[in-house]
């Protein structure tokens, strides 16, 4: 029974993924696990405030094992504790990669102005090279905890000594559409 409810999501998001190929959405939940930031509307983060980042990837780049997607300006969206900031700036890239150099998987998005001047990062690396299957999202539709990761740099940046760090408990890759919250709770039950 399980496992037909986790076929049926599968199908139901793979068929979403092709609908959709170049339009695929990151979601990252955790929460604050420290924060050292002087000013901004995030100074008043406590460790253990839930976070969550989501942002929607176009145009992939096909470049071997290391793929290059670009991130929607407006799509961008960062929730720590009750609030909320919107929207980022200067057309970031993401990259993902799969068994890149046969060194490991990941995912990174790195130095990009959010409001106020933060900078926001947000690394997830394998090195054992196993979490992903291919630099293709499209082909990486699912869940994944944050034992999936032996690496991880998730945070807001305002200079070199303030930052707040997040910790991840799940990443979620899937379409758009199908990424919105209340589908979280059945895609963490399906998956995993
Ligand atoms: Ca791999």
Not at 14 to 19: D, F, I, K, R
Not at 151 to 158: A, F, L
């Amino acid at each position: 029974m399980i496992y037909r409810r986790k076929l049926v999501l599968y199908t139901i998001l793979m068929l979403a993924a092709a609908m959709v190929r170049a339009d695929m959405c990151i979601v990252a939940v955790g929460t604050v696990g420290s924060n050292t930031l002087l000013s901004g509307p995030l100074v008043g983060a406590q460790p253990g405030d839930p976070a969550e980042t989501r942002f929607n990837v176009s145009n992939p780049n096909p470049l071997g094992e290391y793929w290059s997607y670009s991130v929607e300006e407006s799509s961008f969206r960062l929730q720590v504790g009750d609030v909320t900031l919107y929207g980022c700036e200067a057309s970031p890239l993401l990259f993902v990669m799969n068994d890149f150099g046969q060194t490991g998987d990941g995912l990174f998005l790195t130095d990009v102005t959010i409001e106020t001047g933060y900078l926001f990062h947000e690394h997830f690396y394998d090195s054992s090279a196993s979490v992903f299957t291919s630099p293709d999202l499209t082909l990486c539709v699912g869940s994944y905890p944050a034992e999936d990761f032996d690496s991880s740099y998730w945070c807001v940046e305002e200079c070199w000594y303030a930052r707040l760090v997040l910790d991840l408990e799940i990443l979620y890759i899937g379409p758009p559409g199908v990424l919105h919250s209340s589908s979280w709770a059945a895609l963490k039950a399906s998956f995993r």
